[in-house]
C-alpha cells in the first residue's frame, strides 16, 4: 500500500500502520441512505479512517446483484452524516452505488467496502436475494476487501450499536489478514446486548429455506393483487452453521465465495452427460 488510500497486493500488516496512514472506507447499504443502521456504522466507522457514504437513495432491499443498464444514474450529495463525511445517495441498487462510487467519486479503489448495518439477518439462502451481501460482493469483485454486516432485528427503532462495534473490530481484523481471492466476510450479529453475546463463530451456511407463497389481496377499486409471505425453516442444529450460531447468541462470520460451480457435479457430467448432435 503505498499511500495510504490505493489497495494493493500487500494486505496491511500491523495496526500501528493503520494508525500512520489514514485509510479509505467505502460504506454502502441497500436500506437506503437515511437508514437507521448506515449511520450506526458510519458513526463506528469513522474511529478507522476517512468514509466516503454511497448509498441508494430509496429501499433496495432484496434486489440482489442487480446492476442499472437502462436508465441514467444520478448522484446527490447527502450532507446527513456530518462534516467529516462525504455522503452520497445514488438512484440505483447497492451494487450500483459500489461500482460507481470507485469508478466516479473516488477514482480509485479504497481500502474497505462495508455494507450495512441491515436491518434483518441475512444469513443462509438470504444471500443470494441481499442487497446488503451484493454490494460487498461487488467490492470483492473489483479487488477490495469486503464486509456485509447485518443485524437479527427488521425494526427500524432497533439498537444497531452493538453490531457497529462489532463491525469495527471485524473490519480491522480483516485489514490485518488478507482474504483468499474472491473471498468476503457475511457477518451477522443477534440482537442482544454486548454483555449478552457469547462470542463469534466463524460458520458455514446453515441449511435453510423459505417456505412461501403469494397472498391474495383487493384493493380499494376492487382489483387483486399479491404480496409476498411465508416463513423461514431452518434444519440445521449444528453451532457452526450461520442461522444456529446467531439462535444461541453469536456473531457468525461466514466466508463468502462468488465460484458458483458444483465441482462434484462437474466431474460426474463429465463422465456421464455425454450428447452428441
Known sequence: MSNGLEHSKNPIKSMNK??????TIL?????????????ALVLAMKKLGKVIVAAPDRQQSAVGH?????KPLRITKYKGFGKEVEGYAINGTPSDCVKLAISAILGKKPDLVISGINHGQNTSVNI???????AATEGMLLGVPSIAVSLSAFEYSAD?????????????????????????????VPYLTKEEIKGIKITRHSNSHWDDFYEKRTDPFGR??????????????????????IKNGYVSITPIHYDFTDYNALEKLKKEFIIKI
Open 160 to 188: 444497531c450499536s452493538v453490531a457497529a462495534e462489532f463491525a469495527l473490530e471485524i473490519s480491522k481484523k480483516l485489514l490485518e489478514n488478507k482474504l483468499p481471492k474472491g473471498t468476503f466476510l457475511n457477518v451477522n
Open 128 to 134: 443470494l436475494y441481499s442487497g446488503t451481501v451484493s
Open 27 to 39: 460504506v454502502t447499504n441497500d436500506d437506503g441512505i437515511d437508514a437507521p443502521g448506515i449511520l
Open 224 to 245: 387483486d393483487y399479491y404480496w409476498f409471505s411465508g416463513k423461514y425453516k431452518t434444519e440445521d442444529e449444528e453451532l457452526d452453521s450461520d442461522d444456529v450460531a
Open 66 to 70: 442487480a446492476l442499472t443498464v437502462s
Open 18 to 23: 493503520m494508525e500512520n496512514q489514514e485509510l
